[in-house]
């Protein structure tokens, strides 16, 4: 009789866990890998916002103090004097109404002809449109000072440059070719089954254009036309160009003419009418932001 000997059964030894880590611990440790992007932040936003707040602090003082006390003093005396020169003897006031009656037409040009424009391009089906968005990318590559002058000579030749009507054209021609670029772009992230759809119940392309392709296209039109405004509203070069006279000029090129007889800068009432500037787009910006991230994230949802 033979007998087996049986290997001893081993015996398992729990491992000790280590112990999670409370939420005390946890909260602080992720409050310390956002420490550096805090302090980050905090940099870039005294970069942006220190110019802004000096100038504003700027726009309070007198012209001697500019002169005499440092850059970084504080005004002696908060009064808006500076603010009511610029907007009477500075002409401000007319030079921002000009802006108004050149920008508002521009834009809303450039809109309506832009989404339409990229409409016909993306979702409409005809021969010869890839050839055409083309000729629109072209028009992106053209810098806009080398048709200054021809366009100069072809208004003055028509006679119209005593007026703002060369602005609101130049602007006009010179937005288009982005704006249709991007509307055709946020018009291929729209699938096509829903215009084929509209097309199948009978619904015609210019139906579709206004019931179905503007109100999907809100966030982008209103992106577009916010982009389109700054551009024009800060227009220098074309404004200054296209300016005969010191009554037509817009906000960009009355700023040059806050200055006296002898051609020395008079800082308060620039600093004024510069601060008027910015405030109103900052509201402007803040008050549409939401939107404008939104109609920005809209072209990016299909290639």
């Known amino acids: ?81 500076n603010y009511v020169t610029a907007l009477t003897n500075g002409n401000v006031a007319q ?56 366009l100069f000579i072809v208004y003055f030749r028509m006679g119209i440059t005593d007026s703002l009507l060369p602005l609101i054209i130049t602007y006009t021609v010179m937005g288009l070719p982005l704006t249709t670029f991007l509307m055709a772009t946020y018009f291929r992230s729209v699938p096509g089954e829903i215009f084929e759809a509209a097309t199948v119940d009978g619904s015609g392309p210019l139906r579709s254009f206004f019931v179905i392709g503007v109100p999907m296209m809100k966030n982008a039109i ?35 003419s806050l200055s006296d007889e002898y051609g020395s800068t008079q800082y308060g009432p620039l600093f004024a009418a510069v601060s008027i500037n910015i405030v109103v787009l900052l509201i402007v910006f803040l008050t549409l932001n939401k939107k404008i991230m939104a109609g920005m994230a809209g072209g990016a949802l299909k290639g």
């Open 222 to 256: 209103l992106t577009v036309g916010l982009v389109q405004f700054f551009s024009v509203w800060n227009d220098l070069l074309i404004a200054l160009t296209f300016t005969t006279r010191p009554e037509l000029a817009t906000i960009q090129v009355g700023l040059l």
């Open 1 to 81: 009789m033979t007998t087996t000997l049986e290997a001893p059964a081993t015996v398992a030894v729990p491992t000790r866990r280590k112990p999670a880590p409370s939420q005390a611990k946890r909260t602080a440790v992720r409050l310390l890998r956002r420490v550096p992007v805090w302090i980050v932040v905090a940099i870039l936003m005294v970069v942006v916002l220190y110019p802004q707040v000096w100038m504003v602090l700027g726009s309070f003082k007198t012209q001697s103090e500019f002169l005499s006390n440092p850059a970084l003093s504080l005004p002696e005396t908060w009064n808006f004097d």
């Open 95 to 150: 030079n921002y109404l000009n802006s108004i009656i050149v920008t508002i037409p521009s834009v809303l040009l450039i809109v309506f002809i832009g989404v339409a424009a990229g409409y016909a391009l993306e979702v409409m089906i005809w021969k010869g449109r890839n050839a055409v968005l083309l000729y629109v990318l072209a028009g992106i590559m053209v810098p806009g000072q080398m048709i200054l002058v021809p």
